[in-house]
């Protein structure tokens, strides 16, 4: 598996993929609207290539904010059917948190399973002073606090633009 920044040429591929993965439309849409936001970060748009070229996987984290302090918005993140429960998800995880922290960022939040990402050292976020955009999403509103958090970060989570037309 290769672990690589995603390109513009890969994107049909990519919003493919994310169909395919994901059971309604809305996650391909909002995609398509990261990629053309102001909060899009290439170094944090990542894909799982095959030895013969296939994109099997892909992540993305987009500029994010904890009350002033800026952080990163994790998702969507997706397997191709065929491929998942294989290790393609946890190796985009390993892979975006290495690249978070490379850039100073201090924080990756994210909405999602309990089931998966505490194994990646995600803690309900309001437990590290992080306030969820909405109550209602209880111990799915997760956060993984990297080397740059300190006890200064703290507040309400805002995501990129496109989240909020969800
Ligand atoms: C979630 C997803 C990205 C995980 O990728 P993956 O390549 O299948 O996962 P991995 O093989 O790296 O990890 C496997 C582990 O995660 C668990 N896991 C995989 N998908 C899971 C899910 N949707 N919910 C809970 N746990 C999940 C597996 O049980 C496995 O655990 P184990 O190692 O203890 O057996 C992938 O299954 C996917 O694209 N699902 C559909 C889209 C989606 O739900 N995206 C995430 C929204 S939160």
Same mark, same amino acid.
Do not use: K, N, Q
């Given at each position: 598996m290769i672990l690589r920044r995603e390109q513009a040429p890969d994107r049909p591929e990519i919003l493919a993929l994310i169909e395919a993965a994901f059971p309604e439309p809305v996650e391909a849409r909002l995609l398509r609207e990261l990629f053309a936001? +102001?909060? &899009?970060?290439p170094e944090l748009s990542i894909v799982a290539e095959s %030895? /013969? !070229?296939? *994109?099997m996987g892909y992540v993305i984290s987009t500029r994010a904010w904890i009350g002033d302090s800026p952080a990163v918005g994790l998702g969507p993140i997706g397997v191709l059917p065929q491929w998942q429960r294989r290790g393609v998800g946890a190796a985009l995880m390993h892979a975006s948190i290495d690249a978070a922290t490379e850039q100073g960022e201090p924080a990756i939040v994210l909405l999602g399973s309990t089931d998966f &990402? =505490? +194994? $990646?050292? $995600?803690? =309900? %976020?309001d437990s590290v002073g992080i306030t969820s955009p /909405? =109550?209602?999403?209880g111990s799915h509103f997760m956060a993984l606090p990297l080397p740059? $958090?300190?006890? !200064? *970060?703290?507040g309400h989570f805002r995501y990129a633009e496109p989240f909020s037309k969800l």
């Open positions: 936001s +102001r909060e &899009y970060l %030895a /013969d !070229g296939e *994109i &990402y =505490p +194994r $990646f050292g $995600f803690v =309900p %976020a /909405d =109550p209602s999403w740059a $958090f300190h006890t !200064g *970060i703290r």
